[in-house]
């Protein structure tokens, strides 16, 4: 037995080799299904990203708005937003979505 394997001793270091590198290839760290995932969470952090700036845009334009020039009419939806406070003569209307 031992023969054999001293005569095949090459052939077995290179199917131990090829399958190493093979399995590597596919599941390892840098393999390809490591990098799909990689992949697949690079997207969605690009869109977390994108959410996040408009956002940011948003809230620069808020404060823009009470900064630089103030606009009296935003001053009074901020005010209504969150003191629920309105004119005696003001009218409510309740606008209901159409389930259909």
């Not at 590198?21 to 995932?37: P, T, W």
């Not at 809230?59 to 937003?81: A, P």
């Not at 309105?86 to 309740?94: E, L, Q």
Request: hydrophobic content about 45%; charged content about 35%; proline content about 0%.
């Amino acid at each position: 037995m031992f023969s054999k394997i001293k005569k095949n001793y090459f052939i077995i270091i290179l199917t131990a080799l090829f399958l190493y590198f093979f399995f590597n290839l596919f599941d390892g760290e840098r393999g390809l299904i490591s990098y799909l995932e990689k992949k697949n969470i690079m997207i969605n952090l690009n869109k977390d990203k994108d959410i996040l700036l408009n956002e940011i845009e948003d809230l620069e334009h808020k404060n823009s708005l009470l900064t630089e020039k103030l606009d009296l009419d935003y001053i009074e939806i901020l005010i209504r937003e969150k003191f629920v406070f309105g004119k005696k003569k003001d009218k409510i209307y309740i606008i209901k979505k159409d389930e259909n």
